[in-house]
T-cell receptor, first 110, second 114 residues
Framework: KQEVTQIPAALSVPEGENLVLNCSFT??????LQWFRQDPGKGLTSLLL?????REQTSGRLNASLDKSSGRSTLYIAASQPGDSATYLC?????????FGAGTTVTVRA | DVKVTQSSRYLVKRTGEKVFLECVQD?????MFWYRQDPGLGLRLIYF???????EKGDIPEGYSVSREKKERFSLILESASTNQTSMYLC?????????????FGEGSWLTVV
C-alpha cells in the first residue's frame, strides 16, 4: 500500500523567502506525482503534475522535482508572498488511485 | 472552465439518518471519486467510479454506498449516519486512463452528524 508523508506539517516564513516543501512515498511504481493547493474550507486546486518519466515541472514561481528511485518529490516556491499561505498536498498516482499526504500548512508573514 | 459542483456545502444530520451527497461534473469525465478529509489523516478514498453504473471500493467504504446513474453525476450515500462520519467530503473527476491526467475537485461538503 502506498504511503505518502509530508514533513513538516506546518511552516511559517517571512515574505520573500523561498519555500521548500517535501513529499516522500513508499512505492516507486507511480504514474505521476501531483501537487495541490488547498485554501481553508475549500477543495483542492492542482498546481503541478509530474509524469513518472519526468524529473521536474515548472509553472511560474513554482517548481516541482521528482526522484522516483528515492521516493521523493520537492515543491519549491520562489519569493513567497502572503497569498501563498495555504495547505499544500502531494499525491502519488498508482493506477487510477491517488494516495495523499496529510499536507504542509504554509504561512507567509508580511 | 472546468467545474465539479457539490450541491450541499454544509449539512447537519442526526445519527441514523440517511444522507445523500451529490456531485456533478461538466467535463464529460469517465472517472469520478469520493474522498473524505480529516485533520492529520489527509484524503482517503471512499469509492471510485470509472463509468456509468460501475463502482469500486476505495480504502474506507464501510458505512457508505454510491450511485452513478448518469455520467455527470456521482452520489455518495450514508445509509445510517454516525458521529464518526462527521468530516469534509470531497468529490473529484478525471479523464479516463490510469492517473495520467490532472484530477479536478469540488469545493467540498462539510457534514456534521449529531
Amino acid at each position: 500500500k502506498q504511503e505518502v508523508t509530508q514533513i513538516p506539517a506546518a511552516l511559517s516564513v517571512p515574505e520573500g523567502e523561498n519555500l521548500v516543501l517535501n513529499c516522500s512515498f513508499t512505492d516507486s511504481a507511480i504514474y505521476n506525482l501531483q501537487w495541490f493547493r488547498q485554501d481553508p474550507g475549500k477543495g483542492l486546486t492542482s498546481l503541478l503534475l509530474i509524469q513518472s518519466s519526468q524529473r521536474e515541472q515548472t509553472s511560474g514561481r513554482l517548481n516541482a522535482s521528482l526522484d522516483k528511485s528515492s521516493g521523493r518529490s520537492t515543491l519549491y516556491i520562489a519569493a513567497s508572498q502572503p497569498g501563498d499561505s495555504a495547505t499544500y498536498l502531494c499525491a502519488a498516482a498508482n493506477d487510477y488511485k491517488l494516495s495523499f499526504g496529510a499536507g504542509t500548512t504554509v504561512t507567509v508573514r508580511a | 472552465d472546468v467545474k465539479v459542483t457539490q450541491s450541499s456545502r454544509y449539512l447537519v444530520k442526526r445519527t441514523g439518518e440517511k444522507v445523500f451527497l451529490e456531485c456533478v461534473q461538466d467535463m464529460d469525465h469517465e472517472n469520478m471519486f469520493w474522498y473524505r478529509q480529516d485533520p492529520g489523516l489527509g484524503l482517503r478514498l471512499i469509492y471510485f467510479s470509472y463509468d456509468v453504473k460501475m463502482k469500486e471500493k476505495g480504502d474506507i467504504p464501510e458505512g457508505y454506498s454510491v450511485s452513478r446513474e448518469k455520467k455527470e453525476r456521482f452520489s455518495l450515500i450514508l445509509e445510517s449516519a454516525s458521529t464518526n462520519q462527521t468530516s469534509m467530503y470531497l468529490c473529484a473527476s478525471s479523464p479516463p486512463g490510469t492517473g495520467r491526467d490532472t484530477i479536478y475537485f469540488g469545493e467540498g461538503s462539510w457534514l456534521t452528524v449529531v
